[in-house]
């Protein structure tokens, strides 16, 4: 009969029970379980930026101003593991190379004009592949869910979609700046290799383009092909 | 311009590559033929600890490596630290390929693995004392006072300490009752090879203090009878130790008689997976379990990962033989919000016990406040002491589950709290009469958790939380989640029997009582 009451009184009462408060929950997690995705898993994907300086020899190359041609890349990335120390993947990137011409007498590119100020703008889509080769860890490769200290090779295409002239010239004081559009002498398409020297998420970014940029029908020489800088991923 | 660059380039990249020596260890394939006495090797305790541990005097792990060996690697190589006769292996640091090669081709070497690091725990502080209280409070829930009615403070126990530096141990006033009565036995630094530990990071001066300090007449924590050992594993303004430190102050404590080892640090995320932490992988588990073989007590900290990704414990504490402590929050008496989670990657229990995780503890000069599983850890090294001092007939696997049996919440256990806080009067045989403190109602859809009138009013300070524990288990007991509820009404919870199935089980503990539902 006792139990029966409190039977009766703990169904009333447990309408109450579910606005007991909850001071700690936790849902067991599986510790034994690998991820697929991560910078130590089977696979890694990342979205990177980059900025950097495009450099060359001016007696070879076009005389651009050094430290004033760079370029800027955001890419996106896959990585595939192999194995703790071989990994491959592959890049979607744009970049937006800006060019700084030197105004010197007997100029040529992208004409024998000179300004005050003047620069060409060539932005493109591509794609690379790359094989990673981590070190450090190679006789133990023991490192947690980290991309570690790597070493990239890879080669990439670039598909050119825009091109810009952008001149500024002084004239009575007064400052004019014109951007010209429409040049033939650029090829749509152009190839690089390039290396990557990485610890973790941030890297060190070298590249030399395999093909002209400009169009070997053209009187003057290429664009400097070399590209340095860093890039942080994300 | 370009060559400037690529210059640079190869230089940095150069630089990183051999910014220092490759380590490795070089494992050997025998011993050698070589004489050994253990009665000059050993402390006498640790001859006491193998007799009373039913172990050989002495075994083929105890012999060290081989001095001629030795010499013939270190010809081979720039320089060699570590010697390990649990493992018999040889750190050395090599700088080229050649010498790799050379030493893998030696008859005895059995094979060479890279070695990493391994890092100190965490830990914050806080210079402020704000609660007045919880200096007493910190051993006072795990029962001190029983302890002290007996008498049992560590006496007869060696403790060592593996830290990161003990800066003002040679002069606070919290160890002065151990320096004045001689129990400072011995230190060790094995990031320099020399006996002077008194400087460097302040965690081992906090963690040694939970252990066995006392401030203005209150205990820190509850060893404050037993000798210590000191070891410093940590390079000091480096966050980094190499696991062969704790291997080798593992072994000098085993040498030195320790009984306990009570060791706040542990490696996760740099170098492991979460499935890694399954008590066989790492270096320093290996070296944890080798040492419980020897009869030692490990107590490890469990880690402060819960609130961040990694989230699990951290290795030595995945060993089935160390004691993995979590951490208690003093002001909610349950799970503190960064104590590591358990179960490990083969799904054991852990953490195996709990003590509080915000502590008061030995500062620069005074007292401090600071938080971490590193200060749970050394507050249950001091029980343990006490405890093994209670009851000296306790081979080290029985005091481990009799530790565990102590927790508060025992046979309750979930992969927060594991079995709780250990309580002093399990060791001193006053615990409390079992009291049924509520029931389960059993309808024909429903089991109703009813608390006894009489305990849902309670004017004990320790338990005038009303907590209600319960966890789902399957038939194995691996959980599959637990709750922590407060008990705001005499029916707190009510199980539908339609959500389970034949196997499971739901247990239950509300103040110090534990019911089992099996479906």
Redesign the interface.
Known sequence: MV?KL??I???F??I??F???????????D????EKWGP?QSNYSQFGVGYG?I???AEKYINIK?ANATYITLNLRYKKKLNNVFAFGFDIFHNANTYQIKQINGKVFPDTLNHFKEYVNESDLGTGIFIRIN????????????LG?FIDLGISGSWVYSLYQSTTNKINMLKIKEITRGFDFFNKYYYSAFFR?G?DKTS?F?ATRLSNLLKSTNTFPDL?P?S?GMEVSF | MLKTLLFLLILSIQSFISISQQAYRVYLTDKGNQQFDPYTFFDEKALLRREHEHLPIYDVTDLPVFKEYIDCISRLSDSISVCSRWFNFVKVYISSDKQYYQIKSLPFVLNIEESLPVKLLECSLNQTTDDNNLLTKQTQRMGSKYFKEKGFDGTGIRIAIFDGGFPEVNTHEAFAHIRNSGRLLKTWDFTKNKEFVYYSSSHGRQTFACVGGIYDSINIGLATGSEYLLALTEVGSEPFQEEEWWLAAAEWADQNGADIISSSLGYGHQRYFTSDMDGNTSLVVKAAEMAVRKGILVVNSAGNEADKKWKGIITPSDGDSVLAVGGIDPNTDYHIEFSSYGPTADKRLKPNVSAYGHVITAGKNGITSADGTSFSCPLVSGFAACAWQAKPELTVMELFHELEKSGHLYPYYDYAHGYGIPQAAYFTNQINENIETFEVIDSPAFYTVVIKPARFNNTDWLQDMNLLYYHYADAGGYLSSSEIIAVESVSPLVLQKANFKEGDIVRIHFRGHTKTINF
């Open positions: 139990k409190i039977f009184l703990t169904i009462t447990s109450n029970s606005g007991q408060t909850t001071l700690f929950s936790l849902k067991t997690i510790f034994s379980k690998h130590n300086f450099v060359g020899s050094d070190f450090y860890h190679f006789n133990n490769s023991k490192r947690g869910n980290y200290n020297f610890i060190i070298l400097p070399f340095l």
